[in-house]
């Protein structure tokens, strides 16, 4: 999209220069920085709440993939950048983020890079959707590279089982708790998980360690051929 030209892209160069070991609460000085973004966070969720597990995952998908360093929203000419890579398929809220970056440009310059504010907003997602509130370390750099090829080997397939899942958490440091807490909000596509349901071993079966209730649930919403259908990841009626 020609109209799309991301500040995030073109303010790369004048940012401050600062290490990862360095992060800082704070590191904005004038806390008027985090108030921007948490003002327009709110205006967002009144218009699409459903933006709010998208920013947070957005937020992942960055990190996951050289550090949090914003790779995630570059754009590539050729069609090799991150969000190029098949796992990109269902990542949302570029303009959201767009949009806070926009914001924030016209109250203080080239200041607060775009994988700050990548995180200030995901933590500002789980806030407004009634999660917790928490201090977020700043001072993050954005970086100028952002690849297919490592995103396809650094974030985990969506179809990934849990010991596979855990694992990956695991190298972040991260646990079985940060794991369902993190997917308690949102929806995931019916394709990210119909194996289970409809040809878990190839040989048209269903995954048996599936709650078999849940299961039937799911297949009423999720039919076989429709790539577009999502479910709640807070599904009331296994609750
Ligand atoms: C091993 C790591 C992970 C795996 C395998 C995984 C898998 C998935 C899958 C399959 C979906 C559904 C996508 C779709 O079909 O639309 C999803 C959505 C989501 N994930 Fe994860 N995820 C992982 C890590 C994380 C982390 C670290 C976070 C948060 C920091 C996170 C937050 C979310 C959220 C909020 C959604 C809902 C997105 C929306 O509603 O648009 N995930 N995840
Ligand atoms: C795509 O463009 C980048 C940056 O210009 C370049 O490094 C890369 O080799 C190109 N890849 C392909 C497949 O053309
Ligand atoms: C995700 O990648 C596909 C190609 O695999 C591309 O067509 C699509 O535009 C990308 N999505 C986003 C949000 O960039
Ligand atoms: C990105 O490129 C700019 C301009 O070429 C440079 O000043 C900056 O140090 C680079 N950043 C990183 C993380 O390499
Ligand atoms: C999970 O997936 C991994 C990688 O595909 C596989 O090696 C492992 O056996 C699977 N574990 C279970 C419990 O299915
Ligand atoms: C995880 O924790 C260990 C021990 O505290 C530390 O050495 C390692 O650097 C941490 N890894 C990550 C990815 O933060
Ligand atoms: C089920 O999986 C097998 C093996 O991957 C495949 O050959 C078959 O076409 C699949 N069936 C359906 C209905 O998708
Ligand atoms: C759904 O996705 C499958 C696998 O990617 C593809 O073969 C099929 O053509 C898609 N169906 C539709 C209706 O787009
Ligand atoms: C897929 O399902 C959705 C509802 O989840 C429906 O709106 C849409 O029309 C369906 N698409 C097709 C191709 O059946
Ligand atoms: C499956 O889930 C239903 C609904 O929550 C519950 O009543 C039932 O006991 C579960 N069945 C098994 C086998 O765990």
């Not at 985090?34 to 998908?61: S, W």
């Not at 949090?68 to 809220?93: H, I, Q």
């Amino acid at each position: 999209m020609a109209v799309n030209i991301f500040f995030c892209v073109a303010l790369i160069s004048s940012l401050i220069i600062i290490s990862n070991a360095s992060l800082v609460v704070n590191f904005y000085k004038d806390p008027k920085a985090e108030e921007l973004v948490r003002e327009e966070m709110i205006a967002i969720q009144n218009e699409d709440p459903t933006l709010m597990p998208a920013l947070l995952r957005l937020h992942f998908h960055d990190c996951f993939v050289r550090g949090c360093d914003a790779s995630v929203l570059l754009n590539s000419w050729n069609g090799t950048a991150e969000k190029d890579a098949p796992p990109n398929l269902s990542l949302r809220g570029f303009n959201a983020i767009e949009r806070i970056k926009t914001k924030l440009e016209k109250s203080c310059r080239g200041i607060v890079s775009c994988a700050d504010v990548l995180a200030i907003a995901a933590r500002d997602a789980v806030y407004l959707s009634h999660g917790p509130d928490y201090d977020v370390r700043t001072g993050r750099r954005d970086g100028n590279t952002s690849s297919a090829a490592e995103a396809l080997l650094n974030l985990p397939p969506a179809n990934g089982n849990i010991s596979e899942s855990l694992e990956l958490y695991a190298e972040k440091n991260l646990t079985a708790k940060d794991l369902v807490a993190q997917h308690t909000f949102g929806v995931a596509h019916c394709t990210s998980f119909s194996d289970r349901l409809y040809n878990f071993t190839g040989k048209g079966d269903q995954d048996p360690s599936l709650n078999s209730t849940y299961a039937e649930k799911l297949k009423q919403e999720c039919l076989i051929g429709n790539n577009t259908t999502v479910v709640e990841m807070n599904n009331q009626a296994c609750l």
